[in-house]
């Protein structure tokens, strides 16, 4: 399902989506929703979290020991840094009888399965074991269990990488020992996700690509860095999460045709590629539209999570 919208802004849109869920889960699953929901940048979601719909059912957050390690004697560690990456970890509670050294193993192969080029881990039983002691005094493996707060009973993760790869595989680690720990609660976590990057950059062509779409309205205030930082726009673009899935996305369009010029300019398209593309909607702008924005919102995956079902394919009919 689709809603487009005119002469609204972001909050307006973000509240009539609000009021159709607070409807729903009350008449279908007789539960209140507290409204507004849970707001949260694209960025916080990424360093703490790992993903841009991140489960905040359960805390275990990401947490950055970079500056603990970076001139220390483990070169894995030192090199992520030195080469513009960060090292990273999380804390399992009480999960050290759990992850014996064996279930450890299993992991590491799972997030080497995922681009990782390895785990590093801490278990402490009796006293703290780190897999990677003998290159560390203990003053700089005390540091870093006075950063991450961990006590005895607990298993420290630690991913090495380049930043992109240490988040996602921290994100995807994170909710894999939450569920075999069994500490994620039975409850409804909605959560917008906003200010999102306009643009992300691709490694293998070196081009800047649109995040979202190319008409996304970006922040008044970033349109300065069109043209000399793309990594400094932000959209105006909303995602609302829950439970760790995707519910629904959208954003605000843009109306100018000069400005949309500008984004296909920014993102390198040709006169010819933008007519053979869009020129359509570029010429309708020519003679005016409203301010509009919009969501779309997955139906299937809600009916899964209302129904508490395991797969889309359950109820997709």
Not at 214 to 241: G, R
Not at 263 to 276: P, S
């Amino acid at each position: 399902t689709d809603m487009e919208l005119s002469f609204v802004d972001m909050d307006e849109i973000m509240e009539i989506n609000e009021g159709l869920f607070k409807r729903l889960f009350k008449e279908v699953l007789g539960k209140e929703l507290v409204t507004p929901f849970e707001k949260m940048t694209y960025n916080d979601a990424m360093e703490n979290y790992g993903s841009d719909k991140p489960d905040i059912r359960f805390d275990m957050k990401i947490q950055n020991i970079s500056d603990l390690v970076k001139d220390c004697g483990f070169s894995v560690f030192t090199s992520a840094v030195e080469n513009g990456g960060s090292v990273r970890a999380i804390v399992a509670k009480n999960a050290a009888s759990v992850y014996t050294r064996k279930e450890i193993d299993k992991l590491t192969e799972y997030v080497k399965g995922i681009g990782a080029k390895g785990l590093a881990y801490v278990r402490w039983v009796d006293e703290p074991n780190a897999s990677f002691k003998k290159f560390m005094t203990e003053e700089e493996l005390s540091a870093i269990y006075e950063r991450l707060g961990a006590e005895k009973g607990d298993v420290i993760f630690i991913v090495a990488d380049k930043n992109s790869t240490v988040l996602t595989t921290l994100g995807a680690l994170r909710l894999k020992v939450a569920k075999v720990l069994d500490i994620i609660p039975d409850e409804f976590k909605f959560l917008w996700i906003v200010d999102f990057p306009f643009f992300e950059y691709d490694e293998e062509s070196g081009e800047w690509l649109a995040m979202h779409h190319p008409f996304t309205m970006p922040k008044e205030e970033c349109l300065q860095y069109l043209d000399t930082d793309p990594s400094k726009v932000i959209a105006k673009a909303y995602d609302l999460t829950l439970n760790g899935t995707e519910l629904s996305s959208g954003s605000m369009r843009i109306t100018d045709y000069e400005l949309q010029q500008r984004m296909f300019k920014a993102l390198k398209l040709t006169d010819e590629e933008i007519e053979a593309k869009f020129g359509f909607l570029v010429d309708a702008y020519r003679y005016g539209a409203p301010p509009h924005g919009g969501a779309a919102l997955g139906l299937d995956r809600l009916a899964m999570i209302m129904c508490g079902a395991d797969s889309l394919r359950d109820v997709v009919a």
